[in-house]
């Protein structure tokens, strides 16, 4: 089948959010071409999703962006925890948690941080780098239709200024157009989970004296639980811009319409317990809290990405974090695909491994906004506090897909996070040394396989040569030690054979997505025959 196309591209992204547009600088930087379109005439100017974890803010490093996203995050560098009170000026005050990361312990962990970034302002960050990097980016676009058949997707686009069409033809299409998804529904996929939670209607304010209300309480959000003004306060700068989140009972009859300005200004003068507080009201978008995971990620050559695959909660902002790691997830997979050195088999380890992250998150997500008692939410809290949400941010694990002997028994999300090197892991991070320059494991595992080995292993090493040359594989090789041969040194200290997991004549092979593929404890009679089964089998060669 040969359909008449204005345009061929490898791959199509619908949907130019925070996760579109993620995949854009993904593929980006992996050298694919591709084509995003998306309906709206520019980047969100609304000031939400925006908690970026470790995880993601690993990826952004490796991705180049980190520094930037931070200088556009700048203004709320100083803003940490969660408070909720009665309201600002009651005697009833509880931090839910004060400080991200107290004593700096995450450190340990990770080469980089948390980051507080609202999505009106990491949007741009990624559209101009995804640009940069060559991505064409089209807004005020939609897909009108598509169709797919054994060679490809043919999609229908029309520009909402013009009304021009034009078909476009592409191997691969990425559904990141929102939790109401043309394209997944268009594809007929259901979804699973509790359905909606609870519903909001984030209302964007300017008022000059609600800074010295909140004085030196720099929190990230703060819940104000007075019940004849509950929300969610946020700050947009520290000074006079602010968003208050109030809850809407649409299933009640009430209607956005209700939301007057009056009434909105009335509701956070309420809440804030500041009665004759200045308020001008500069925005409303409503929201909606749900739990909902997509039976399938893909269907042929379509796959769903985001908010399209899966709702959560907001409470961690889990969901974004989950759609922008969706994407990374699938843009080395199409880029090992297209670049001929996997096979399509891989693309179907996505939704094996995705899936069950988003379901075990979603309900992590669920339990949490019950345990904070987020506005507008009226499930009663588990039992005790959630604890170590490092687990879900690092230590989640993927216990099928492109991975080898791991246990598909053990939890997605475990309790704790105890990073172990083990298969279907995230690779833990190390500090090393090369060439005199300070640089992190998770440096190195973007564009390619990584395979590390100590001293003792030089058969791995000598084998990952000729098995990477005979597949024709991009597989970089790493001997860690201390003499002068060795590629990487350890800093003092580091002993990453056991972090790893693996003996001194074992090898590690890490996935350019930073996961662990495959791990051998110690040398092999023929290493480069076992190498070589492991990686036609996780590449599906």
Known sequence: MNPKTDERVPVLIVGGSLVGLSASLFLGR??????????????????????????????????????????????????????????????????????????????RFSPTGWCLCSQNDLEPVLLRRARDLGGVLSFSTELRSFEQDAGGVTALLRNRETGAERTVRADYLIAADGPRSPARERLGIGRTGKGDLFHNVSITFRAKRLADVVGDRLFIACYLTNPEGPGALLPVDNQENWVFHAPWKPDLGETLEDFTDERCIEHIRTATGVPDLKVEITGKAPWHAAERVAERYCSGRVFLAGDSAHEMSPTGAFGSNTGIQDAHNLAWKLAAVLGGWAGPGLLETYQQERRPVAQATSERASARSAEHRHPGYDAVPGTGRQSNVLAVALGYRYNTGAVLDTDPTAPTVPDRFQPDGAPGGRAPHLWLRRAGVRLSTVDLFEKHLVLFTGPGGSAWYRAAERVAERLEVPLDRYRIGTAAEDDLAPEPGVDWAAAYGTGPDGAVLVRPDGFVAWRATAGAADPEAVLGAALTELLDI
């Open 30 to 107: 992996l050298g694919v071409r591709h084509l995003l379109v998306e309906k709206h005439a520019a980047t969100s100017h609304h000031p939400r999703g925006r908690g970026n974890n470790l995880r993601t803010m690993e990826l952004y490093r490796v991705a180049g962006v980190e520094e930037d996203i931070r200088s556009a995050a700048s203004v709320l560098a100083d803003n940490h925890g969660i408070l909720q009170a009665g309201t600002l000026t009651g005697a009833d005050q509880e931090w839910l948690f004060r400080e991200i990361d107290p004593g700096g312990a995450l450190a």
